[in-house]
């Protein structure tokens, strides 16, 4: 391997390549500034001026350039990488204004006034730049009042672009919020229509009259989380005037769900008549109907069947919660022991049923996941369990004061008035 040997350069030959290495260094920040607005029309030697102070700044990825409300006064032009402006909204958040990428600037305004920074500029990438402070640009335009004229009236100009800009899409964002919210006011009608129409699906359509002579007394709500939602509740006499119940609760929430618990509803009118007295088979055709109509969704559901004059029900379940059905003559609640896969999800599913005795005093409280499955602050379930307890405290109370009590203890357990899912309870009192 041959020797390397250095040979010293004179004292004058040292300082002469560093003057040529600057002088190509700083030709090459001349470029840079020509291409910038606020430069434009100054010739080269006036350039050449300003491009000494250029100092070259790096920032690693993440790391801020400036920060809003600094009062530091210097520009940046940005050679390589890329940068976030970023404002602070009215609840604190940062708010992303933009990127700026290589061969744009920012913070010009800084090298001649006083006013905090407006917005935090932060490395969206390993980013290089050139930073140009105030202290440095005025002493280079002591001397060369041309030189400031034309800067001056360059950054005027800037200023005023980008307020036309500001303006123009001021102009525009106007015209298209009014836009947006005439399709939201329509939507808004939409929705409320739909919300009447929803109403019409969970009622009830049983005889009163043949309530009355059964001595039988019902009592719903139906608080559902948005316009509208995916509970359904539906109740008929069948032809021998018997009392056909369904309560449902359809995957999901707004309107994809409501339009199924129309389909819910039709089904339920044109199933009764046949089915309606056969739990199991009621429960068949209706998984098939909705496997058939509504092949991406699938719903919960329980069905009760009350023989007015044999005081007998009927339950049949598909994938939902249990009712509590409190027996006064044991003071306790009924073991209901169903299975039974959810509607719509699997066609030709088999159900079963169970069928007893009603006797004066008993109640039947049917209910959809939306109340059992809201959390309060500690991420706690109101639970089966605690609706179970508290439907127990409160049976002597009657009808409507039930469910009121129990809306009232669910709402002081999450601490909220509004519930993240759809609220349904339909409460049987047997006289």
Known sequence: MPAVCHVPLPDLAISNASEAVMNIKDSSKTQILKRLPIFCGLTDSDLDIIAPVMKPVSFNAGEDVIREGDTDHSMYIISSGSVEVLKTGGTGD???LGILPAGT???????????PRSATVRAAEDTDSFNITRRDMLHCLGN?????NILYRNTIMEIFSRFRAVTSNFTFSQHHLRTKERIINEIDRDLRAASEVQNFFVMAEDDEAVNSRAGISRHYIYLPSKAIGGDFISIMNDPAENICIMIADVEGHGISASLATGALKSAFAFLVPQYGSDAELFLFHLNNHLCRVLKTLYATCYYAYIDTSKKKITFAKAGHHHPFFFKADTGSFAELDLNGSVIGLMPDALYGSSTFDINAGDKILFYTDGIVEQRNMKSEMYS???????FRKNIDVSGDHIIST???DLCGFTGEESFDDDITMLLYEFR
């Open 94 to 96: 940062e708010v992303s």
């Open 406 to 408: 129990l809306i009232a």
């Open 144 to 148: 060369h009042a041309e030189l400031a």
């Open 384 to 390: 089966p369990e605690r609706l179970g307890d508290m």
């Open 105 to 115: 600037f920012f913070g010009e305004l800084s090298l001649f006034d006083d006013h």
